[in-house]
């Protein structure tokens, strides 16, 4: 385990940049107004694929995962 990354009302675009240092998976967002979606939580940097799929739980967003390998 790597550990936990914090974050208190961060827009997700900032959060995203932090996350791609920590997987070797594309993550992009694709609209500006989900980008600056709010995001308080911790993500564990072992679990960035389970953390990808989460959003849309919580967030009016859709997860497109057409390049996964």
């Given at each position: 385990m790597r550990g936990d990354l914090a974050y208190v009302d961060r827009p997700l675009t900032s959060v995203v940049a932090d996350l791609v240092r920590y997987t070797t998976r594309d993550?992009?967002?694709?609209?500006?107004?989900?980008?600056?979606l709010r995001y308080t939580g911790t993500i564990d940097t072992d679990a960035i694929d389970q953390w990808i799929a989460a959003p849309v739980w919580v967030y009016p967003v859709a997860i497109d995962r057409s390049g996964d390998n």
């Open positions: 993550i992009l967002i694709g609209d500006a107004a989900a980008g600056g």
